[in-house]
């Protein structure tokens, strides 16, 4: 079974915190790995790929430890709109099903 | 900026009936996928389409669910007979296609179905 786990938080941050979400996927075939943001009740939006060498959006940073099945997404000086869920997502090709994970709240407050 | 598009936005329906919702994919995207998430629950995806076929699917997408690209433009699903627990936000998607950079589905803002 293709599974994606994920600390479901939440997490309560000031505004200028750093936040860290992490992620295990089960399924050694995938191959591409995504950091998707949902807003309540709206559709999953790209946040970023997540490459094999790690990288950098902005405030945003992701790794992939493909020994472990791990993924993180690193946030640095955290916004009030950063306020959502983060939905870590894999793929063992294109087009084919994303596996999404159950997600982590993020709660950035003043 | 192209975008996925689906109708209705909310769908209310009895149980036993059938239901068809609407999605429009972007126009260039060669593969289109059907989602759905129950409330509080992840994103669990139904089937994929490409070349006027079924790509893939889960064992969540049985008998009673079906897809179609009526036309150039719409992709559809339908749910012949619905139940209470067909009752969650169904979300379209569309992608490139094959090469990894194109590999990104995007999302429409999904159409909500509840059941009664």
């Known amino acids: 079974r293709k599974e994606v786990e994920q600390d479901p938080g939440p997490f309560n941050v000031p505004e200028g915190a750093t936040v860290a979400f992490n992620c295990t996927y089960s399924n050694s075939a995938s191959q591409s790995f995504f950091w998707y943001r949902q807003d309540c009740r709206k559709e999953p939006k790209l946040l970023m790929s997540?490459?094999?060498s790690g990288n950098e959006d902005g405030r945003f940073t992701a790794q992939l430890n493909r020994a472990s099945q791990y993924i993180s997404l690193l946030i640095r000086d955290s916004k009030l709109s950063d306020s959502a869920t983060y939905l870590c997502?894999?793929?063992?090709?294109?087009?084919?099903?994303?596996?999404f994970g159950k997600g982590t709240t993020l709660s950035v407050s003043s | 900026e192209p975008e996925v598009t689906q109708t209705p936005s909310h769908q209310v329906t009895q149980m036993g009936q059938e239901v068809i919702l609407r999605c429009v994919p972007i126009s260039n995207h060669l593969y289109f996928y059907w989602y759905r998430q129950i409330l509080g629950q992840k994103v669990e995806f139904l089937v994929s389409f490409y070349n006027n076929e079924i790509s893939e699917k889960s064992e969540i997408f049985d008998d009673q669910f079906s897809v179609e690209r009526p036309d150039g433009s719409n992709f559809t699903l339908k749910i012949r007979s619905t139940k209470l627990e067909d009752s969650a936000m169904y979300f379209c998607a569309s992608s490139v296609g094959t090469a990894s950079s194109y590999n990104e589905q995007f999302f429409g803002p999904g159409t909500r179905l509840t059941v009664l």
């Open positions: 997540v490459y094999s």
């Open positions: 997502v894999v793929n063992e090709q294109a087009g084919t099903a994303l596996i």
